[in-house]
Each structure stands twice: as C-alpha cells, then as structure tokens.
T-cell receptor, first 112, second 115 residues
Framework: AQSVTQLGSHVSVSEGALVLLRCNYS??????LFWYVQYPNQGLQLLLK??????LVKGINGFEAEFKKSETSFHLTKPSAHMSDAAEYFC??????????FGAGTRLTVKP | KAGVTQTPRYLIKTRGQQVTLSCSPI?????VSWYQQTPGQGLQFLFE???????NKGNFPGRFSGRQFSNSRSEMNVSTLELGDSALYLC??????????????FGQGTRLTVV
C-alpha cells in the first residue's frame, strides 16, 4: 500500500512569492499521483495528476508538479502566489481506489 | 452541467442511531467513491461502486455500508453511530472504472456530527 508524506502542515507565503508544497510517497510501484485543493466547507478539487505520460504535470490555476522517481517526490509549485490560493492542499497516491492514500494536508496561507 | 450533489450538507445524530447519506454523481458518471475526512485520520477511502456493484472497500467496520442504484446515485449508511464517526463524508464520481486514469469530481460533503 502507498503512504504519502506532506512536509509541513502549514506553509505561509507572501502574495507574488513562489509556492512550494512538498509531497513524498512510498511505493514499490510508481503509483498515480494527485494534488487536490480544498476550500473551507468544500469538497476536493483536482489540481493535477501524474499518470506516467510526462514527469512535469501542469494543472489548473497555474500550478504544476514534477514527478521525480529517484526522490519518490511529487512537489507542487506555483511561481507567484495569489490571495485566492489560500486553501488546504492534499497530495494523494494510489494504483486503485482501495489503496489510495492521502497525505495529511498542507494549509497554505497567503499574506498580502 | 450539475456537479456532484451530496445531501444533506449537515447532520447531527445521537450515539447509537443510524444515518443514511446520499450522493448524486455527475450525469453520465457511473463510478462513485466515498471518503471519510477527520482532523485526526485525514482522508480515508470507504468504498467504491460501479454499475451497482461494490468494487473496492476500505478498512472500515461493517457498520459502514453502501449501495448504488441503477441511476448511479449512491447512498452510504452508518449504523450504531459512535462519537468517532463525526466527520466530513465526501463522495466522488468519475466516468469510468477503474477511476485512477480518469478525473474524479468531489461533492461538497456531508458534515456528520454525533453527540
């Protein structure tokens, strides 16, 4: 089964600064990898997913993530943070739904 | 196109009672998955249905059950509620099975509070 580690339960950046949210997975088989965003009292919205087609994955809202097999990482980045990016972000890994694992989440705060 | 609809949005129940939550997937989606989200355990997979059949099940006790109807709408039921069942229950729908290579769309969730 997968396990997913998100380094940093809280990340704070200034508006316009680089956003970097870290995710590492453990799996003997490269899984599907996902980043989701959750706004307060809302469900999860898919930002992007890695399905082995390309190691650099571009998602919505200017986010992208790079799959690095040697580091078992799938970090999420955005060059310039916007106030509307403030939310909780979840990394997830799995091959099938019954072994899908979510990270504990990282709450992103954007300061004006 | 309507998104995933979960009802009710909020629910308060007493220990020992049972509860039924409903999820209407996006039109044309045949796969429905359920997740439990709590501050302590995070997001955990409950079960997944496709074409009225349970395809996958997470590691939850038998008090948690679900079903899917011919119109793809799904319900989950929790019997003999415990305080620890208080959580946000999320439903996700996707077009195909297995859903890993298709996008899953989440509903807003049902927040269940057990008192």
């Amino acid at each position: 089964a997968q396990s997913v580690t998100q380094l940093g339960s809280h990340v704070s950046v200034s508006e316009g600064a680089l956003v970097l949210l870290r995710c590492n997975y453990s799996s003997s088989v490269p899984p599907y990898l996902f980043w989701y965003v959750q706004y307060p009292n809302q469900g999860l919205q898919l930002l992007l997913k890695y399905t082995s087609a390309a190691t650099l994955v571009k998602g919505i809202n200017g986010f992208e993530a790079e799959f690095k097999k040697s580091e078992t990482s799938f970090h999420l980045t955005k060059p310039s943070a916007h106030m509307s990016d403030a939310a909780e972000y979840f990394c997830a890994a799995g091959v099938n739904n019954n072994d899908m694992r979510f990270g504990a989440g990282t709450r992103l705060t954007v300061k004006p | 196109k309507a998104g995933v609809t979960q009802t009710p949005r909020y629910l308060i129940k007493t220990r020992g009672q049972q509860v039924t939550l409903s999820c209407s997937p996006i039109s044309g989606h045949r796969s429905v998955s359920w997740y439990q989200q709590t501050p302590g355990q995070g997001l955990q997979f409950l079960f997944e249905y496709f074409s009225e059949t349970q395809r996958n099940k997470g590691n939850f006790p038998g008090r948690f059950s679900g079903r899917q109807f011919s119109n793809s709408r799904s319900e989950m039921n929790v019997s003999t509620l415990e305080l620890g069942d208080s959580a946000l229950y999320l439903c996700a729908s996707s077009r195909a099975f297995p859903p890993m290579n298709t996008e899953a769309f989440f509903g807003q969730g049902t927040r269940l509070t057990v008192v």
